[in-house]
T-cell receptor
Framework: QQPVQSPQAVILREGEDAVINCSSS?????VHWYRQKHGEAPVFLMI?????EQKGHEKISASFNEKKQQSSLYLTASQLSYSGTYFC??????????FGQGTELSVKP | NAGVTQTPKFQVLKTGQSMTLQCAQD?????MSWYRQDPGMGLRLIHYSVGAGITDQGEVPNGYNVSRSTTEDFPLRLLSAAPSQTSVYFC??????????????FGPGTRLLVL
């Protein structure tokens, strides 16, 4: 079952902050975040694991609430290069990585 | 390393035709997977493999077959193409068969149009 992302789309000015949320109805072992530019393949941003460990991008932060099966990606002081579609992916008991429907982020000058 | 490679980049098929989308990786990764991407639907898992000889179904497996005879290759077969299979297909691989702690590396994608 796909995780649910919100919002579906967001428009920012350079320097503004944004939060993208990801929610699952199933127990999770890890949450993955990827960014995709138009016409390109998704690129890894971050992994959040049960127990609090994180791996990933230096300039992007995220949280993982294991009890609520929710994760949030925090984009601060946004830059034009942050534009793209952000996907969260969740890994549950089956060991499969299932992605949400994506959040389209546009950063304007 | 070439990473994850996919061929062809673009393909047009007629309804009922069959074809194989190729995927290869040179990183000795255990885990490989196929996703399809449609507008507003995100990336949906078709099939995946945790090692040579082992495959399993994802969210949307109907109409697709896979096999994994080597660690490097993971082809996706469409037996009888339908217009509903028009999509962008991504292959991905990961070092960890458990996928919990390791990133997935995506190929450049194959754009498929079924008429």
């Amino acid at each position: 079952q796909q995780p649910v992302q919100s919002p579906q789309a967001v428009i920012l000015r350079e320097g503004e902050d944004a939060v993208i949320n990801c929610s699952s109805s199933k127990a999770l072992y890890s949450v993955h975040w990827y960014r995709q530019k138009h016409g390109e393949a998704p690129v890894f941003l971050m992994i959040l694991l049960k127990g609090g460990e994180q791996k990933g991008h230096e300039k992007i932060s995220a949280s993982f609430n294991e009890k609520k099966q929710q994760s949030s990606l925090y984009l601060t002081a946004s830059q034009l290069s942050y534009s793209g579609t952000y996907f969260c992916g969740t890994v549950g008991q089956g060991g499969k990585l299932i992605f949400g429907q994506g959040t389209e982020l546009s950063v304007k000058p | 390393n070439a990473g994850v490679t996919q061929t062809p980049k673009f393909q047009v098929l007629k309804t009922g035709q069959s074809m194989t989308l190729q995927c290869a990786q040179d990183m000795n990764h255990e885990y490989m997977s196929w996703y399809r991407q449609d507008p507003g639907m995100g990336l949906r898992l078709i099939h995946y493999s945790v090692g040579a000889g082992i495959t399993d179904q994802g969210e949307v497996p109907n109409g697709y077959n896979v096999s994994r005879s080597t660690t490097e290759d993971f082809p996706l077969r469409l037996l009888s193409a339908a217009p509903s299979q028009t999509s962008v297909y991504f292959c991905a691989s990961s070092r960890d068969r458990g996928l919990l702690r390791e990133t997935q590396y995506f190929g450049p994608g194959t754009r498929l149009l079924v008429l």
